[in-house]
Each structure stands twice: as C-alpha cells, then as structure tokens.
C-alpha cells in the first residue's frame, strides 16, 4: 500500500472468520481449506496431525512421537529435524516430512486401533526410538554429526529407524535394561563399520539408483551387522 498505492486498490484478500470456535477447530479448519485447491507444505500438516480430529491416530501419535524426539533435551535429535517455522541455529539433519514418513510406517505396523493416543503411548514409542539413537551416537562415536561422514544425513538417519523397527521386533527383553543392551549391541557390530560411511566413496560403496534404493541399502547392510 505505500509503494504501489493505486494497485493496492485492486488487492482482495478473503478471510473467514469462525467466531467464538475453539483453536482446534480453527487447525482443522485451517488443514481442510488448504489441502484443497493449493495444498501446504507437508511439515504444517504434520504440525497440526494432533489437533485435526478427523486424522488417523496412527499419524497423531507420530506427529506427538517426532515433537518429542524435536524438543526433549534427552533426545540425540533435539532440535535437528527441520520443521517450519523453527527457529533453532542448530544445523538440521533430515527434513520433518521425510522423518515422519518413516517413524509413522514403524508406528503403524504395531498400532491397536483400539489403543488410546495419551503420554503413555508417546513415551512408550518415544523411549524405543531415544534409546536407539543414543545407542547408535555412541557406537559412531565422533562421527555422529561430522559433516565428512554420512551417519546424520537423511539417507542414513531413514536406515537407522527402519533398523531400529527391526531391532524392537526382535528384542522382546526387559524394557528397563533395553539402553544398556543395545548400547553394548550396537558398539560391538558397528565398530568396524564407521569408515564405510565416510563422505569419500559414500555412494560408490551403497551404489543405488536414487534415495530410495540407497536408503534400503544402508538399513540392510546395518541390520545384517546386527544379525537381524
């Protein structure tokens, strides 16, 4: 309006207003409106999964399970997932929607229709996956995070969860000492292991036609480390 006045004129912006409704209604409203002619980025979606009532559970437990692994200080994710809108300097690892789509494929395949999504089903997927990945840091040791390896870069962050998914199915132990055993797992098989993710020869080593392929890869290989 101050640069461009008199095409200012022309501008009309509609606006809808749902007077004296709840913030939830207003997401959901928000969710429907803009998945309809021009669809949002898939990362507000995945935001808004737990507050839109007509979404699958199974999708609002993920989106609960990734706020978690997002947020917690416990978490060797915290603030490493790109999620729109955040505003952490930290540098970002894997894209929110590309995480998600992982961890809901894990969440879905052991999901009760029946079962309720409280605290206690967000702790209980999100202590599996916590632990996992701590497990998985201190088996890479200072190579988790450095930018001349492929351990914390998308392909292989995708493999560690489908690897972590088979680990949990596996692994049928005292959920108390679960930390302690996979930490001692995952250092004994993949302690040799750290050079072949290398930045250097990475996709030479785990050749593959695209991400897809690659990611399928990776997991095998590391899950084939684990005898799983």
Not at 40 to 63: C, F, G, M, Q, T
Not at 168 to 191: C, K, P, V, Y
Request: aromatic share 10%; proline share 3%.
């Amino acid at each position: 309006m101050r640069s461009h006045p008199q095409e200012a004129k022309t501008i009309h912006v509609p606006c809808i207003i749902f007077d004296g409704e709840s913030e939830d209604f207003a997401a959901e409203m928000f969710v429907i409106i803009n998945s309809t002619t021009t669809r949002i980025n898939k990362s507000h979606l995945i935001d808004l999964y737990e507050r839109v009532s007509w979404e699958k559970p199974d999708k609002r437990l993920a989106a609960k399970v990734i706020e978690r692994l997002y947020n917690e200080d416990s978490s060797p994710l915290q603030y490493r997932i790109n999620r729109l809108g955040n505003r952490s300097k930290q540098e970002k690892w894997i894209m929110q929607a590309e995480f998600f789509n992982e961890v809901h494929r894990w969440v879905a395949r052991s999901f009760d229709k029946k079962e309720k999504i409280n605290d206690a089903a967000v702790e209980k997927r999100y202590r599996v996956l916590q632990e996992f990945f701590r497990a998985a840091k201190n088996a890479f040791g200072s190579a988790w995070g450095d930018p001349k390896y492929h351990i914390t870069k998308p392909v292989t962050i995708k493999a560690l969860i489908r690897v972590c998914a088979d680990l949990n199915a596996r692994d049928r132990g005292d959920e108390d000492t679960r930390a302690q055993r996979w930490g001692q797992r995952l250092s004994s098989a993949w302690a040799d292991s750290i050079r072949d993710f290398r930045d250097d020869g990475f996709y030479e080593r785990f050749a593959a036609k695209g991400q897809v392929e690659r990611v399928g890869k990776v997991h095998k290989f590391l899950s084939g480390k684990l005898g799983l």
